[in-house]
């Protein structure tokens, strides 16, 4: 065929190929080094141009075009993942030469970098071939996605949220009491009671301002409802009056997903905005991420009262299980932020290659992989073995070191021929990751190319 | 209708625009639109309404609009902590804004139906293009953008 047109460059990156299209526009691209240039060129105007336009959206609204990988969380991993690939466990059992393992360390600390980097302005050519390098591949894919980090900018109005609502709260019960205090007198002593307002103003931490609210404070938040209680009803009245806010926040716009959290769990908001730190906002949004049940995930870790960096590691769990739930049944595209997300913050590349692009589907259309987890697909094009399909699991929260991933121990390399005439090498690595690399040609030269992935 | 598409078309429009009030405005028409004659295939249709409904709009009151986006920028900017980081991040957007208006209106258009997720189905419908035309005109697009904007920061802006 001829060269591949900008356009068709434009529409392989936004996904927009029928399945021939795409294999021959790739085809082309495996054999073409003029067209792969101008194909990397393209996506570097992609990703530039998708920068650009988050910038239109100003400070306030920022988060919507950041990647959907929290940035907020990945930087703390980052430290993390180097400690653990530096122990140098992986250098032992990983089935590659020492290289790999070296660079891991590399690998790992690096692959966050993307998240960074988008939030910063595109002034230097360098920092944007850079970033373009290894970020978004498909970044206008990601921008209707909602972004899960929430900058320092955008907490402060979800904190003064939450303030508000702690405030409201407390005036209400202290309403309550006055009101009721003479009623209950006759049964209970008035003491007690009041207290109850100012605990939960000043320790808005305790459990007690949470769902799990003890007997005591449901008793009395029973007794409140019908009077004191009814600025505090109204409102969701209010809201109620926007339903869009809140199907939004379903439907994961992040614009309104501050007052969205705080509509599904008031107490969880104003408990997470209570405690300063930011870092609890940050927990909620990072699970309140890009998957449509991210909600599930936001309230089912909002509870924890103890906000630890131990916080970012589980939000992050927690969204490859809400994954899997909207997973379709084929592969689809992702951005490589995604990607990374998904691989719990880190992913395996092949050095030296460029991707073509990344993609996410369930494990139960990979050979060897585990069928009840998602797998990412990182798709390259090599000039002597065409496309070269890179599959990767992240390892089971409670997998052990040297226990065998997916039927495969440490070490091993289990090379297969493929009925259509390609080779499949799967392995696992130093930290428990499954791969696999699929390629047509010798076992040889696609086991060349494990040793690059790192 | 209003609850799927209130927020990505506010986001649309302020990028069009520059303006979030003047945004959530023509948004609101866009859904009066709407209810007036229902769409039957609503997403790309209310992205042109907007999309026609901001270029109307924004010839009629060009300069305000500058105005307002000027105004909006220094009441946000001085309620934040940060007033340099805020400052930078409202030149580059002023930076891109200018970037976006060297466009034409089809490639501008079709930019900022793309970032809000449209395919090149509904780009096509919303602005009355082939289907096989949208790559073409998102890689000029995209392209230009960026050139533009980089010939803005490399004159104008420069000492950055």
Not at chain 1, 4 to 30: F, I, W, Y
Request: glycine share 8%.
């Amino acid at each position: 065929m001829g060269h591949v047109d900008d356009g068709q460059l434009n529409a392989l990156l936004d996904g927009e190929l029928s399945g021939p299209e795409r294999q021959t526009v790739e085809a082309h691209l495996a054999a073409c080094a003029e067209c792969r240039a101008r194909f990397e060129e393209a996506r570097a105007f992609l990703a530039q141009a998708t920068d650009l336009l988050g910038a239109l959206d100003g400070p306030a609204a920022r988060p919507r075009s950041a990647p959907a990988t929290p940035s907020v969380a990945a930087p703390p991993s980052a430290p993390r993942l180097s400690t653990v690939s530096r122990t140098g466990k992986e250098r032992a059992i990983e089935p590659g030469a020492p290289r790999i393992a070296a660079t891991h360390q590399e690998r790992a600390v690096d692959v966050p970098e993307p998240a960074t980097a988008q939030s910063k302005a595109i002034t230097d050519a360098d920092l944007t071939r850079k970033s373009a390098a290894i970020r978004p591949l498909f970044g206008s894919k990601r921008l209707p996605e909602p972004a899960a980090d929430t900058p320092v900018e955008r907490r402060l109005p979800s904190l003064a949220w939450a303030a508000m609502l702690v405030l409201a709260v407390g005036a209400g019960w202290m309403a309550n009491e006055v009101l009721h205090s003479g009623r209950r007198a006759q049964v209970v002593a008035t003491g007690a009671p009041p207290q109850q307002p100012a605990e939960v103003a000043a320790n808005p931490t305790a459990p007690a301002a949470g769902t799990t609210a003890g007997p005591t404070s449901s008793t009395a938040r029973q007794q409140a409802r019908p009077t004191v209680r009814t600025p505090l009803i109204k409102p969701p009245a209010e809201r109620g009056d926007k339903p869009p806010s809140a199907d939004e926040a379903a439907a994961n716009i992040p614009r309104d997903r501050p007052p969205g959290a705080a509509r599904t769990e008031p107490a969880n908001t104003a408990e997470a905005g209570a405690l300063a730190a930011g870092r609890a906002t940050q927990q909620g949004n990072a699970g309140a991420g890009a998957i449509p049940s991210a909600p599930t995930a936001a309230v089912a870790q909002s509870p924890a009262p103890s906000v630890t960096d131990a916080t970012a590691p589980r939000a992050r769990a927690a969204q490859p299980a809400a994954a899997r739930l909207v997973a379709p049944a084929t592969f689809r595209l992702i951005s490589m932020d995604e990607a990374v997300r998904r691989q719990s913050g880190t992913i395996r590349l092949i050095d030296g290659l460029q991707p073509l692009r990344v993609e996410a589907g369930p494990g139960s259309l990979v050979p060897g992989a585990a069928p009840t987890r998602d797998v990412v697909r990182i798709v390259y094009a090599d000039a002597t073995l065409g496309a070269l399909t890179l599959d990767q699991q992240p390892a089971e929260a409670g997998a052990r070191e040297g226990a065998s991933v997916n039927g495969l121990m440490p070490g091993d390399t289990l090379v297969t021929a493929q009925p259509d005439g390609t080779v499949r090498v799967r392995w696992i690595d130093g930290k428990g990751y499954w791969l696999s690399l699929t390629g047509r040609g010798e076992a040889d030269d696609v086991r060349a190319f494990v040793e690059r992935v790192r | 209708l209003y609850a799927e598409y209130h927020g990505p078309l506010v986001r649309l429009l302020t990028r069009r625009t520059g303006d979030p009030a003047r945004a959530e405005d023509l948004a609101q028409e866009v859904f009066v639109r709407a209810m007036e004659s229902p769409p039957s295939n609503p997403r790309p249709w209310l992205f042109a309404v907007a999309l026609n409904l901001a270029r109307d709009d924004g010839r009629r009151a060009a300069r305000q609009e500058r105005h307002l986006a000027l105004l909006a920028a220094e009441q946000s900017g001085s309620s934040t902590p940060s007033p340099d980081r805020e400052l930078e991040q409202h030149e580059r957007a002023a930076a891109v804004r200018a970037a976006l208006d060297t466009l034409t209106e089809t490639d501008r258009s079709a930019l900022l139906l793309k970032a809000e997720g449209c395919s090149y189905d509904e780009i096509a419908s919303a602005l009355g293009l082939a289907k096989g035309a949208i790559g073409t005109t998102l890689a000029r697009a995209r392209r230009r953008l960026v050139e533009a904007y980089r010939a803005r920061e490399g004159t104008g802006d420069g000492a950055r």
